[in-house]
């Protein structure tokens, strides 16, 4: 209960840090960029053809516009950074500092990554403005009742990002270092989410691969939602899938946190 | 307040030897040891208590606090705060206790201390009126006004464990274990400090358990002091009797009005320095009321002043025991 009574002063604390790393936070955007870069690619192959995709969609130059663009705001709203915050909290022993508060250590994390969320929709705001003077917003859904599941779908791709970060952050209590173990979930994640490229141009066996595994719930089921590939009917159930992964992540990361910390050995001082 | 009985910390180490070849080793075989950072230790501290918590380099001082505040899961042994068990961190044990490291710190690098202060007060769900009214003293206590609003990494030593004290105390904890609050210090800014700490103490009856190799800190705040050793329990009770049990002795200053020959005063006890104008002699505790007389008999003293050594001294030979006590142990193994 306190721990809700101190979220709002959390939030606007961790929005206080943000402003100061404005300047780390715009260089983070750039490294974050991939999406446009995919873009220029793909509408360049698409105006020699048009792609056709594996469930017979075909991807025109406009159609790949609105796709990474939505991928680029997607990829923006859904980030988090906690398995690089506690691994580095855990080796250096200032983990210490935060469980001696009496607040849970994934609300602050919770916290601490949904405060920079006001300067990513900044961010996003110029890419808003391009897709929206671009070829690509005619290959957006105009539909209330989609935009509002988006905006679930959003709150779900966040919590398996999150909570991810979280799980593989608490490894960090068990071995040495887990940084390794988020470079190779990186790694997948670029390959299976969609984020590099749409899972419907994926060969059939990857892409039924890609819907057991949680990186399409991230960044692909978002985008498809809204830039045509799946229609509310086939969302419903990616959807369900999509917190299932959300849920699932959260209690193993507040499994492994919950043993990990009695692992903690507080080093230093 | 406090309860130790049987307390023991063991942690396995990975070991290994400098370069390649070893760490390519290491690769495919491990190789580890045990280390009894704290071994079987019991102690109770009473509510409003202020004890030094006293001990060599790598004696179990910071684990046994760590233990305390629930930062670390005994291997075994009892332990109770104020009947809670630390290591279950419940909410209401971790308002009442406040752990502060020398070398840690809470307060946000890049904003001001206030914004720690606010942060503290929401998470520590103190009611708003309260918390002006606590921070308004700390702030005047430590004279910090001019600091809060500056980002902390403006902050220089000195101010920032003023400010990092404040933090750890808007909250009004009743248990404190304090880790080397005044490391790296000036002397002046450790007065500062003990005066606030023992002012916060009275006023509030909290209680104190404090390591810091500043001995002044010791004995200005700490009646009564732990020793340990190799995570043992090696001494417990008041400070004089410590001294008491290491150095026996007491210090006797002499001043002359004449030159005296070193000769004369070593009849008294062992000389520590001689010059012709001043003497420092060493005697047994109840050798001082003879040596006295007979050096205000014998010889031309315009001052004299009987004192126990100085407690660095006393500690530097503790300790310094202590370590030829290992150093044989580990020969004869």
């Known amino acids: 209960m306190s721990s809700l009574k101190a979220l709002p002063t959390l939030l606007r604390i961790g929005f206080s840090e943000a402003i100061v790393y404005r300047a780390e936070m715009l260089i983070w955007v750039l490294a974050t960029t991939m999406p446009l870069i995919m873009l220029a690619l793909w509408t360049a192959v698409a105006e020699v053809a048009p792609v056709a995709g594996l469930a017979g969609r075909t991807w025109s130059s406009g159609s790949f516009v609105a796709y990474f663009l939505i991928v680029f705001i997607v990829r923006q709203l859904i980030s988090s950074w906690a398995a690089w915050e506690i691994n580095f909290e855990v080796r250096q022993g200032t983990l210490a500092m935060r469980l001696l508060r009496p607040i849970h250590p994934i609300t602050s994390y919770m916290a601490g990554n949904l405060a920079y969320l006001p300067q990513r929709f900044l961010v996003t705001l110029p890419i808003v403005v391009v897709l929206v003077l671009s070829p690509g917003l005619e290959h957006l859904s105009k539909s209330p009742a989609v935009w509002a599941m988006w905006a679930f779908s959003l709150v779900g791709g966040w919590m398996i990002t999150f909570f991810a970060n979280i799980a593989i952050g608490a490894l960090s209590l068990f071995i040495e270092s887990s940084v390794k173990i988020m470079d190779v979930w990186l790694a997948a994640f670029f390959v299976f989410s969609g984020y590099l490229f749409p899972i419907d141009l994926f060969p059939a066996w990857l892409r039924s691969a890609s819907d057991w595994l949680p990186f399409r719930y991230q960044i692909g089921v978002p985008v498809e939602l809204v830039t045509g590939g799946l229609t509310v009917e086939q969302a419903w159930p990616l959807l369900l899938r999509q917190w299932g992964w959300a849920l699932g992540l959260l209690m193993l990361a507040l499994t492994l946190w919950q043993v990990g910390v009695r692992r903690f050995q507080a080093v230093g001082g | ?333």
């Open chain 2, 1 to 333: 307040m406090i309860r130790i009985r049987g307390l023991t910390k063991h942690y396995r180490v990975h070991k290994r030897p400098p370069g390649l070849g070893a760490a390519i080793r290491s690769v495919f075989h491990r190789e580890y040891t045990l280390v009894k950072a704290v071994d079987g230790l019991d102690f109770d501290v009473a509510r409003g208590e202020r004890v030094g918590f006293l001990g060599p380099n790598g004696a179990g001082k910071t684990t046994t606090l760590k233990m305390l505040s629930g930062l670390l899961h005994p291997t075994s042994g009892e332990l109770s705060v104020d009947g809670h068990l630390p290591q279950s961190r419940e909410t209401a044990f971790l308002k009442k206790i406040m752990l502060v490291m020398g070398q840690k710190q809470q307060l946000l690098w890049d904003l001001p201390p206030a914004e720690t202060f606010e942060l503290n007060r929401a998470i520590y769900d103190v009611p708003k009126d309260e918390f002006r009214k606590r921070l308004d003293e700390l702030i005047s206590l430590l004279e910090i006004g001019d600091q809060i609003g500056k980002p902390t990494r403006q902050l220089s030593l000195g101010e920032r464990m003023k400010c990092e004290l404040a933090a750890a105390l808007v909250h009004g904890p009743r248990v404190l274990f304090l880790d080397e609050p005044t490391i790296g210090l000036d002397v002046s800014m450790q007065v500062v400090m003990r005066d606030f700490i023992r002012r916060y103490t009275e006023q509030f009856g909290a209680t104190l358990l404090l390591t810091s190799h500043y001995m002044d800190d010791v004995a200005a705040l700490c009646p009564r002091v732990v020793v340990i050793d190799k995570g043992q329990l090696s001494f417990d009770g008041k400070l004089e009797a410590l001294v008491q049990k290491v150095r026996p002795e007491k210090r006797l200053t002499l001043r002359f009005s004449a030159p005296v020959a070193k000769e004369r005063v070593a009849e008294l006890g062992t000389v520590v320095r001689h010059d012709a104008a001043e003497s420092v002699i060493q005697i047994p505790h109840d050798s001082v009321n003879g040596a006295v007389g007979r050096a205000l008999a014998e010889l031309p003293v315009v001052d004299l002043n009987v004192e126990n050594p100085p407690l660095e001294e006393v500690m530097s030979e503790l300790f310094g025991r202590s370590r030829a006590a290992r150093a044989e142990g580990e020969s004869a193994s």
